[in-house]
């Protein structure tokens, strides 16, 4: 089985991934730290150096790469990843679980004030300034993560409870 998890930057899809994988007994992996590994930077220096393009083109290429290979694994993907290129239709081919962890603007909001800094997307941003760009962030991109086959609510719950929810949904 292939599961994989998408959702806004802070969604929890990582840290929900880790957990699944240990109470599924399946291999997790995480798009950014594969991306990481193989071009040895940071996401924000690869943002910082060689630009958004030329991430969104990787991202593209490593996300290909991860499901034309690999057997059974959870992967948690970047919060722009469903976004650009036919990324949803590869995410979606075969019988791949694709996840939306969905939590609303005001959750996200909230999330993103506390953990802005490792995300170059917003880590400049005042915290003024995050509600806006939240807003119509998700706005633009909802209807990508909306593709999808299942989605899963975020808000007020807990990653063990997400986790937990999941467990049960896909047994
Ligand atoms: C991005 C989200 C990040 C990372 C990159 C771009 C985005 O992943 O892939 O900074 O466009 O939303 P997380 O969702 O894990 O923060």
Redesign the pocket.
Known sequence: MKIVLLG???SG??SIGKLLSKKLSMKFLDL?DYIIAQEKMA?SKI?EEKGEVYFRVIEHKYLKEIIDKEEDFILAL????PCYGNNMQEVNTGNTVSIYLEGTTATMIERLIRKKSK???IASLGDDKIPEFVAKHLFERRSFYEQAKTKIKIDGKKKKEVAEELEKLLN
């Open positions: 806004y930057m802070a899809k990582s950014d996401i943002f970047g919060g722009g990843t995300r170059p997307l």
